[in-house]
Nanobody
Framework: QVQLVESGGGLVQAGGSLRLSCAGA????????MGWFRQAPGKEREFVVA????????YYADSVKGRFTISRDNAKNTVYLQMNSLKPEDTAVYYC?????????????????WGQGTQVTVSS
């Protein structure tokens, strides 16, 4: 079992930055891949980025590539999402997710554990 808690969301102007954190608890946290997803009102939950168990491999959605950076600190059981050059279309609730397997996955159905989400709002 893994418990996840996101923080760091908020309101920012276009072009600004935010850093999200996802604190995890549970014996499988450091051995599993992690992902960030987001969901805007009226839209499906979409993949943003994922990182493998060690942090050595990452995979980004095209929409955030070059602007967002994922990292993890297994000693602190925490995953981070640094978001730069934010755009109004980045506005959504952001969720972190965990899976017990080491390799990266991009489908929400491939993750077993979810945080409660944190709101990110980018004004134009």
């Amino acid at each position: 079992q893994v418990q996840l808690v996101e923080s760091g969301g908020g309101l920012v102007q276009a072009g600004g930055s935010l850093r999200l954190s996802c604190a995890g608890a549970g014996r499988t946290f450091s051995s599993g891949a992690m992902g960030w997803f987001r969901q805007a009102p009226g839209k499906e939950r979409e993949f943003v980025v994922a990182i493998n168990w060690s942090g050595g491999r990452t995979y980004y959605a095209d929409s955030v590539k070059g602007r967002f950076t994922i990292s993890r600190d297994n000693a602190k059981n925490t995953v981070y999402l640094q978001m730069n050059s934010l755009k109004p279309e980045d506005t959504a609730v952001y969720y972190c997710a965990a899976r017990p397997w080491a390799n990266i996955a991009t489908g929400p159905y491939e993750y077993d554990y979810w945080g409660q989400g944190t709101q990110v709002t980018v004004s134009s």
